[in-house]
């Protein structure tokens, strides 16, 4: 077992030090990070590097799985954090747990090409990638050694620093420095179809990220829908047929992949419209979603929370400032779950 700590075992040892510690002032909450974080730009090796070593004193740290994938997830991962890490090129070289850790917490696929159902964090860094935490034995490890270990969060957060310059250097930490660890892809943990599900998502994925704001973090999978065709509409072949950030917004919405206009009326509905008898915010302008390399090819992709996703290319960073969009766009708002 990597340790038996769970997240409130971690919180009453945090209310417990910190009466102990005169370097502590404020008022922050236990666990919680509010310092201000590189921008995507400033980030360099040496930075990349202490961020790792800092990643690992807390997977190093006394926590079991559940609450080690917490405290990465939640609260070392804040959405600024992310949001600078995720658009750093595809050519930075990452220290290995700073790569999973982004890959545990975005909608990159790994490189098998989606992630498949029940996969765990556990499994992921460890069967997968060959990335070893310091394990603490039951019969052999103390209260003591739990302590000690718990000290590289506890000392970050005191500082309220995610790249805290102080950390000790970790075990296995050698192990993360780029091109050292290597791991043979487990393609056949992963079905053509479950490849083909994560493109699709991942798409849907991008035309809510870019028409209406899809959320930061995952909390539930993204299903792809379809309508079955009403059969007093007109022929198929004749329809306008959009897909992409621009098809109708309440097709967006659903996740429809493909937005359908019959041709039988001056006043469009595409199909799933009329199916879900909903005003139809059907748009003229055809967009090719494949057309735009800097927004169907970003550097990374959005976070997730535990959930399958995606497809070889991530969502792109980019964003559109709200007096480019128009009044029915702008009446989508993104409310963070």
């Given amino acids: 077992m990597v340790g038996t700590w769970t997240e409130k075992h971690t919180q009453k040892y945090f209310r417990a030090a910190v009466k102990k510690r005169v370097d502590f002032i404020g008022t922050r909450k236990h666990l919680e990070f509010t310092d201000q974080v590189p921008p995507t730009h400033e980030w360099t090796a040496e930075l990349l ?6 990643l690992r004193g807390v997977y190093n740290g006394p926590f ?8 990465l997830m939640k609260y070392i991962m804040t959405d600024d954090l992310l949001n600078s890490l995720k658009n750093l090129s595809k ?23 989606a992630w498949p159902p029940g996969l765990s964090m556990r499994r992921y860094f460890m069967k997968w990638r060959h990335c070893e935490p310091l394990n603490f034995k039951s019969d052999t490890s103390t209260d003591v050694d739990m302590e000690q270990a718990a000290n590289a969060l506890l000392d970050m957060w005191i500082a309220n620093d995610c790249l805290y310059a102080d950390t000790p250097v970790q075990y296995c930490e050698a192990e993360d420095v780029p091109g050292v660890t290597q791991y043979k892809l487990r393609m056949q943990d992963v079905t053509d179809e479950q490849r083909r599900e994560a493109a699709e998502a991942l798409e849907a994925y991008l035309n809510q990220e870019w028409r209406c704001g899809a959320p ?20 198929a072949e004749n329809d306008t047929v959009i897909r992409g950030p621009y098809m109708c917004i309440q097709c967006v919405k659903a996740c429809i992949l493909e937005c359908r206009v019959p041709n039988d009326t001056e006043l469009p509905k595409c199909v799933s419209c009329r199916v879900r008898k909903i005003k139809c915010a059907y748009q003229t302008e055809l967009v090719d979603p494949h057309a735009d390399p800097a927004f169907f090819n970003p550097p990374r992709a959005l976070s997730k929370a535990s959930v ?10 980019a964003k559109r400032t709200a007096d480019t969009l128009s009044e029915e766009e702008r009446e989508v708002k993104h409310t963070r779950s």
């Fill in 216 to 235: 930061l973090q995952m909390k539930a999978w993204i299903k792809v829908r379809s309508y079955k065709r009403p059969e007093n509409l007109p022929p």
């Fill in 49 to 54: 590097e202490q961020f790792n070593r800092n």
């Fill in 308 to 317: 399958s996703q995606g497809s070889s290319a991530g969502p792109s960073s």
């Fill in 91 to 113: 050519d930075v070289a990452l220290p290995h747990l700073v790569r999973l850790v982004l890959d545990w917490a975005c909608w990159d696929p790994p490189e098998e090409g």
């Fill in 64 to 71: 079991d799985w559940e609450t080690t994938e917490v405290l």
